[in-house]
């Protein structure tokens, strides 16, 4: 039996969380060991600092890279409606309002350094998909 895409998907339907805590801690080993060199691994496109600057919510955890100031978080949401750049959430109320669209959405957590421009996909979540559930619900006539 081949692995798909679809079998993160539980009995219900339901979508599942993604997670690469243990290929970011991989990583990091890989740098601290000097086998991956930094320039490979703190090359953030500079829009993605830009939005870590002004958007991204400061953590409390040390860039494990440079170490010298905390990470910050940035959501990035993609999926049918959202458009081909897909949108950069800023607000709570925002990330409420694309989880209640019927679409099935991905929100992407990136961690970011805005010193030595560190980054990495932290987990990838569900969003959306209120109609599906909703219509799988009802009774038949």
Known sequence: MAFTAGAIQGTDGARGIVDHRLARR???????KGRVPMDTVCDAHPELIRA?????????TECPIC???NLRLITYVFGHGIGPQGRCVSTAKEMRSLNAR??????????ACTECRWHHLLRVLPVGGRGRTRARTRTPS
């Open 26 to 32: 991989m990583l990091i080993n890989e740098v601290r």
């Open 52 to 60: 870590a600057r002004n958007v991204g919510t400061e953590t409390k």
């Open 67 to 69: 170490e010298q100031v």
């Open 102 to 111: 019927p679409e099935d959405l991905n929100a992407y957590v990136v961690e």
